[in-house]
């Protein structure tokens, strides 16, 4: 049973000297250390759950190791197994299986009850650590306590075959785990468990839009941001994980995939290398493979039971306040596949449609495709005049529509706590868009500007020009004006009025080198679509129950 929770022994926080501090939790005291920028307490690679390795670690997580004598919390490079992109060796990382670790910022201030901020890192559900998205700033100027984790991602964290071995969601039941270890925990190092947000960019947009649906996380927080990234994307859940299970162990040379209790064997027997061959990052159709699904019944609590359109259908959520949004050039995020992508475009359109579309046969593929083509290109091919069009297909596809698809939903249930933006800030720094003269906010460019320094992994915030500077602080304020009361920007402040959206995704916030609020986002190509979801989504399918499979399973 993955559903666990802690009993607090001590609340207290005890300084053990000016550079050092002692916290005491349930599973024993840790030590931080105070940044060397100042203003801020530091507690790196504090366990919060223990993620069962070998043939068990697909298995949800399970409590945390004890410890009598203070743990040192400082940073010791773990992260989950993932794919290796080329930074795991250069920043001296130690891949794990036993990964599950939090990262905890307590400015340092004699407060107590303060706001919490909980971010997930994005990286597609494939890659990515805690410590990828830094946001000490946001702690030391804002008077927040900010949670920064691992979670197991790729086929360790979301393979899904239904069975009692390997459920499904393991990495989104990490997530749920460190929500409970923060409500369990927090309040020791000065935070108020009942005043949580929760955030992340990307995948980590998408995983806290994930947990606002779920009952196994309700209650352990109070507000959500998801940034670039929401429950209806396309790369959210899987379509169908037994045949995603299939067709990666084909991958891999196993050929026994309709036993499910042979794959099964096979999952649990493969080796670290295998299981992080592929990052998947070169799909077509808008999905990383691996990524949460809908849980099959076994008896046990599960993550997700039904798919987050139906839950959004029918209200069946707890509509906390929400500020979601995007930058206004999400598809640059394709853009290194143009020079590839733009012929096979032409000589295949259909390839590029999402995954979470559906048809009766080819014929009607290739024709809603024509329809897709013809609305971002007309009657030309994808060339270099029209990469725009290229920046804004993708855009939609994978980021933009999903999210104002969700909003809608929000609208339709009575939600009237959302707050929408879009980021288009641009300086000099920022290059063109190949082939043009025009520069553009890339995905999830509203992170970087909140995280410390100039971009993911420049920590030297001196470098950046004056403009964003500025503009990173605007979005500081905004987001910690959102984290504390609720409102981007709350009544008695000099920014300027940002009401709730309302019908017609009318207003949002344009939040470029001046802040306007502006009518009605991207309407047109939201109605496109919803035209064409509403005739072949796919719903996606929980793993069914084979014939091979055994019946205790």
């Known amino acids: 049973m993955w559903k666990w929770t802690f ?6 926080a005890v300084l053990a000297d000016e550079g050092s501090r002692v916290v005491r939790l349930a599973q024993g005291p840790v030590r931080g250390y105070r940044d060397p920028q100042g203003d801020l307490f530091a507690f790196y690679s504090v366990p919060y759950a223990t993620a069962p390795t070998g043939p068990h670690k697909f298995k949800p997580p399970v409590p945390p190791p004890t410890n009598q004598e203070p743990l040192e919390a400082v940073d010791k490079g773990i992260i989950c197994p993932q794919a290796d992109l080329g930074f795991i060796d250069m920043l001296n990382f130690t891949m794990k299986e036993d990964c599950l670790i939090a990262n905890i910022f307590v400015p340092d201030t004699q407060e107590d009850n303060l706001p919490v901020l909980v971010y997930v890192h994005g990286g597609a559900f494939q890659i990515g650590y805690g410590q990828w998205f830094q946001l000490k700033n946001v702690a030391r100027t804002k008077n927040i306590i900010v949670v920064t984790f691992n979670y197991r991602l790729g086929v360790h964290g979301f393979l899904c075959l239904g069975t009692k071995d390997i459920p499904g969601n393991a990495g989104m039941k990490d997530q749920v785990a460190l929500l409970r270890w923060v409500k369990d925990n927090i309040h020791a190092f000065g935070g108020n468990p009942n005043h949580v947000t929760l955030g992340g960019g990307s995948a980590g947009a998408a995983s806290a839009d994930l947990l606002m649906l779920s009952k196994a996380s309700k209650g352990l927080y109070k507000k959500v941001i998801p940034e670039s990234g929401s429950s209806l994307a396309a790369f959210a ?3 169908d994980p037994l045949e995603n299970a299939k067709n990666f162990a084909k991958q891999l040379n196993f050929r026994n995939t309709n036993d499910i209790s042979a794959l099964e064997n096979f999952y649990k027997s493969a080796t670290l290398e295998q299981l992080t061959s592929d990052a998947f990052f070169d799909k077509k159709n808008s999905t990383f493979v691996f990524s949460p699904c ?4 076994i008896g046990e609590e599960v993550f997700l039971d039904e798919d987050p359109l139906t839950i959004l259908q029918n209200g069946n959520y707890e509509k906390l306040p929400l500020l979601i949004g995007f930058a206004n050039m999400e598809g640059l995020l394709r853009i290194d596949f143009f020079e590839t992508w733009k012929n096979a475009m032409n000589e295949k359109f259909s390839d590029f449609l999402p995954a979470d579309l559906t048809f009766k046969n080819e014929e009607q593929k290739q024709e809603i495709a024509n329809i897709v083509k013809q609305f971002y290109f007309g009657d030309k091919p994808v060339n270099n005049e029209n990469i725009l069009s290229y920046v804004d297909f993708f855009s939609d596809v994978i980021f933009n529509v999903p999210a104002l698809r969700s909003v809608e939903f929000h609208l339709k249930n009575g939600h009237d706590k959302v707050y929408l933006y879009e980021y288009s800030f641009t300086d000099d720094e920022i290059p063109l868009v190949p082939h043009t003269e025009v520069r553009g906010a890339n995905h999830c ?4 500007a909140l995280l410390d320094g100039a971009h993911l992994l ?3 915030e001196e470098n950046v020009s004056k403009e964003y500077k500025k503009m990173k602080s605007v979005m500081r304020e905004l987001w910690s004006n959102f984290i504390t009361t609720g409102f981007p920007v709350p009544e008695g402040s000099p920014l300027p009025s940002w009401p709730a959206v309302r019908a017609n995704l009318t207003p949002y916030m344009s939040l470029g080198r001046t802040l306007e609020l502006k009518g009605a986002l991207l309407q047109q190509r939201v109605r496109f679509w919803n035209d064409i979801y509403d005739k072949y989504y796919h719903t996606p399918v929980p ?11």
Request: proline residues 10%.
């Open 543 to 553: 793993p069914l129950t084979p014939v091979t499979l055994n019946t205790e399973l």
């Open 445 to 448: 460019a509203q992170t970087m």
């Open 237 to 239: 859940m899987q379509p």
């Open 7 to 12: 009993v607090c022994v001590c609340a207290a």
């Open 458 to 460: 420049e920590l030297d």
């Open 294 to 297: 809908v849980e099959r019944n």
